[in-house]
């Protein structure tokens, strides 16, 4: 077993701004630093012009809007609650008791409303000019970079517990964070080869799972050098092609796949239902920050069925309970996927997406998968 660990970063380089060569340290003696993610989740842009309709429809938003005016106004008198409370939530369900969440395919609902904007967060996934995606409207960054892939955050950034209000994110970005506090999904980065934290063309980037759960203190903060080890699932334990300029690290387009956990259960796996983030031309791109931190931007092409996992586990729930109306969403979602396109009926079955990520110093274990020896 080998430990890998990012070293003291000297407090006097602090001070000075990132942007400068020397707030940046030398790296450790051995070229090799460790960090576990404190936060792994949908990257926001709150622009003023994104919902100019307004967010995304509830589903009793849009059973109502299947009513007469008349009847519309009859319904949402008060007196009248209980039955426009069963008539709505009846919405969810369709023949031989399938619910809109869990099976969206076979409710035939127009797509939510989506972003209207022209900027967002993101990276540019296809160079421009990738030979397997559908068209698509590229976003701006908000920072002016053009060619932004993140057909996500257009499909379900009206949608409110993502969109949050006032500069904050919504629900899902706290419960994602929870989840990491939870070690439902922990994350762990490992570089290996550094010779600059400023600039080095060949770094060697483990990002995998750990089985461990989040050492946190009590006001359920991450404790920074903690220890984790890399989960022995070879599946989940992506080695990629790295470099550092200007003190960002960068990856090479490839496929990672990590765990994805929803909420703890009561079955066997108390961990919860098993999912999976499963993205293609996946690369990083995250900025050394002053308190050895890095901050910055995961992205990649996702089935479009993972970015509502969430909802379509929720069931019946999300959408009587939260309000979703899911076939909307994968109706949302399905129109704007933007890669890995069906050569058959030119559908794209894959989404353009970003995650904003957040990591800090571990210490990190790491036990390559054992190579199988031919028996004699």
Same mark, same amino acid.
């Given at each position: 077993?080998?430990?890998?660990?990012?070293?003291?970063?000297?407090?006097?380089?602090?001070?000075?701004?990132?942007?400068?060569?020397?707030?940046?340290?030398?790296?450790?003696?051995?070229?090799?630093?460790?960090?576990?993610?404190?936060?792994?989740?949908?990257?926001?842009?709150?622009?003023?012009?994104?919902?100019?309709?307004?967010?995304?429809?509830?589903?009793?938003?849009?059973?109502? *809007?299947?009513?007469?005016?008349?009847?519309?106004?009859?319904?949402?008198? +008060?007196?009248?609650?209980?039955?426009?409370?069963?008539?709505w939530?009846?919405?969810?369900f369709?023949?031989?008791?399938?619910?809109?969440? !869990?099976?969206?395919?076979?409710?035939?609902?127009?797509?939510q409303?989506?972003?209207?904007?022209?900027?967002?967060?993101?990276?540019?996934?296809?160079?421009g000019?990738?030979?397997?995606?559908?068209?698509?409207?590229?976003?701006?960054?908000?920072?002016?970079?053009?060619?932004?892939?993140?057909?996500?955050?257009?499909?379900?950034?009206?949608?409110?517990?993502?969109?949050?209000?006032?500069g904050?994110?919504?629900?899902?970005?706290?419960?994602? !964070?929870?989840?990491?506090?939870?070690?439902?999904?922990?994350?762990?980065? &490992?570089?290996?080869?550094?010779?600059?934290l400023?600039?080095?063309?060949?770094?060697?980037?483990?990002?995998?799972?750990?089985?461990d759960?989040?050492?946190?203190?009590?006001?359920?903060?991450?404790?920074?050098?903690?220890?984790?080890?890399?989960v022995?699932?070879?599946?989940?334990?992506?080695?990629?092609?790295g470099?550092?300029?200007?003190?960002?690290?960068?990856?090479?387009?490839?496929?990672?796949?990590?765990?994805? !956990?929803?909420?703890?259960g009561?079955?066997?796996?108390?961990?919860? +239902?098993?999912?999976?983030?499963?993205?293609t031309?996946?690369?990083?791109?995250? !900025?050394?920050?002053?308190?050895?931190s890095?901050?910055?931007?995961v992205?990649?092409?996702?089935?479009?069925?993972?970015?509502?996992?969430?909802?379509?586990?929720?069931?019946?729930?999300?959408?009587?309970?939260?309000?979703?109306?899911?076939?909307?969403?994968?109706?949302? &979602?399905? +129109?704007l996927?933007?890669?890995?396109?069906?050569?058959?009926?030119?559908?794209?079955?894959?989404?353009?997406?970003?995650?904003?990520?957040?990591?800090?110093?571990?210490?990190?274990?790491?036990?390559?998968?054992?190579?199988?020896?031919a028996? *004699?």
């Amino acid at each position: 077993m080998i430990v890998y660990r990012i070293a003291a970063l000297c407090a006097a380089s602090f001070l000075a701004p990132i942007a400068q060569a020397q707030a940046l340290p030398a790296p450790p003696a051995n070229g090799e630093l460790g960090f576990v993610f404190t936060h792994f989740a949908p990257a926001i842009y709150q622009g003023e012009r994104d919902c100019p309709d307004g967010l995304a429809a509830t589903l009793r938003d849009n059973y109502l *809007q299947t009513q007469s005016p008349a009847e519309r106004m009859r319904l949402l008198d +008060k007196a009248n609650e209980p039955e426009l409370t069963k008539r709505w939530t009846g919405y969810a369900f369709g023949p031989n008791g399938t619910n809109i969440c !869990t099976h969206p395919a076979l409710f035939d609902r127009p797509p939510q409303r989506i972003v209207q904007g022209k900027i967002a967060q993101g990276l540019d996934l296809d160079d421009g000019a990738a030979t397997d995606s559908c068209s698509h409207e590229p976003f701006t960054s908000p920072a002016g970079q053009t060619g932004i892939d993140n057909q996500m955050w257009r499909a379900m950034g009206c949608v409110r517990t993502w969109r949050g209000v006032d500069g904050t994110g919504g629900d899902i970005l706290r419960g994602l !964070t929870q989840f990491l506090i939870s070690g439902e999904h922990t994350q762990v980065l &490992l570089l290996t080869g550094v010779d600059s934290l400023q600039d080095d063309p060949d770094v060697t980037v483990i990002y995998a799972n750990s089985e461990d759960r989040a050492v946190v203190d009590s006001k359920q903060n991450f404790m920074p050098d903690a220890s984790y080890t890399v989960v022995a699932n070879a599946q989940h334990r992506n080695v990629l092609k790295g470099r550092i300029v200007g003190g960002v690290l960068m990856t090479d387009p490839t496929h990672i796949r990590l765990r994805q !956990t929803w909420g703890q259960g009561s079955e066997r796996d108390i961990r919860g +239902k098993r999912t999976e983030y499963d993205m293609t031309r996946a690369r990083l791109r995250l !900025t050394f920050q002053p308190d050895g931190s890095l901050k910055g931007l995961v992205g990649g092409y996702q089935p479009i069925w993972d970015i509502m996992a969430s909802a379509s586990i929720g069931g019946e729930g999300a959408a009587t309970t939260a309000g979703y109306d899911c076939a909307a969403m994968y109706a949302a &979602l399905k +129109k704007l996927a933007d890669g890995d396109r069906d050569p058959a009926t030119g559908q794209c079955r894959r989404i353009s997406s970003a995650m904003e990520a957040v990591a800090i110093p571990a210490f990190i274990n790491d036990t390559p998968p054992a190579t199988k020896v031919a028996q *004699q």
